[in-house]
């Protein structure tokens, strides 16, 4: 089973800044096949990126990311107090498909 | 639109059965993929299995295979999760989730039901 660590475990950042989320798979996930969802307080997930890097539907340009085989970021640039939320990372490259434990971003 | 609407929250009993479920609009339900996610209460979301509508194949993650039983009626575009004896350990947020493609397993989750509440306790 394809372990992913996500760090840090909080990030506390000001509208306007950037944030950089980091997701590391114990094995190399094939094909790529990441991809990063935002689950906001009491809401289901949202998908926000998925082949680690192609924004899905609806998702602004303000969301990017990056990365191949073990190593993988999530990129939000110009932050939003409406980002407030905790980012999952999940591979489905691998069976079984895992889920990272996630990054909560606050906004100062 | 794309829509799962799951059935609404539970309480029970340890040992109890329980059946969930999530209906399926405005895509062809038969040929995506749809499986479920647990949330443990404040914790992070796990991949429990996924089932294809069209011929009730099944997949499901290790830690839950022999724990829950996945299954669909096509006719009625759902999909269901359950349970024949419940633990306290069970009690979680469910979630309902449609891969992307049609056909395939090797896809994210694009479109999510809005949860289902399962509360296990004496």
């Known amino acids: 089973e394809i372990v992913l660590t996500q760090s840090p475990g909080t990030l506390s950042l000001s509208p306007g800044e950037r944030a950089t989320l980091s997701c590391r798979a114990s094995?190399?996930?094939?094909?790529?096949?990441l991809a990063w969802y935002q689950q906001k307080p009491g809401q289901a997930p949202r998908l926000l990126i998925y082949?680690?890097?192609s924004r899905a539907t609806g998702i602004p340009d303000r969301f990017s990311g990056s990365g191949s085989g073990t190593d993988f970021t999530l990129t939000i640039s110009r932050l939003e107090p409406e980002d407030l939320a905790v980012y999952y990372c999940?591979?489905?490259?691998?069976?079984?498909?895992?889920f990272g434990q996630g990054t909560k971003l606050e906004i100062k | 639109e794309v829509q799962l609407v799951q059935s609404g929250p539970e309480v029970k009993k340890p040992g109890e059965s329980l059946k969930i479920s999530c209906e399926g609009a405005?895509?062809?339900?038969?040929?995506?993929?749809i499986g479920w996610v647990r949330q443990m209460p404040g914790k992070g979301l796990e991949w429990m299995g996924i089932?294809?509508?069209?011929?009730?194949?099944?997949r499901y993650s290790p830690s839950f295979q022999g724990q829950v039983t996945i299954s669909a009626d096509k006719s009625i575009r759902t999909a269901y999760l359950q349970w024949s004896s419940l633990k306290a350990s069970d009690t979680a947020m469910y979630y309902c989730?449609?891969?992307?493609?049609?056909?395939?397993?090797?896809?994210?989750?694009?479109?999510w039901g809005q949860g289902t509440l399962v509360t296990v306790s004496s």
């Open positions: 405005g895509y062809n339900f038969p040929n995506y993929w």
């Open positions: 989730a449609k891969l992307a493609k049609q056909g395939s397993t090797w896809d994210p989750f694009d479109y």
């Open positions: 094995q190399s996930v094939n094909s790529n096949y």
């Open positions: 089932i294809y509508p069209g011929d009730s194949d099944t």
């Open positions: 082949g680690a890097s």
């Open positions: 999940q591979q489905y490259g691998n069976s079984p498909r895992t």
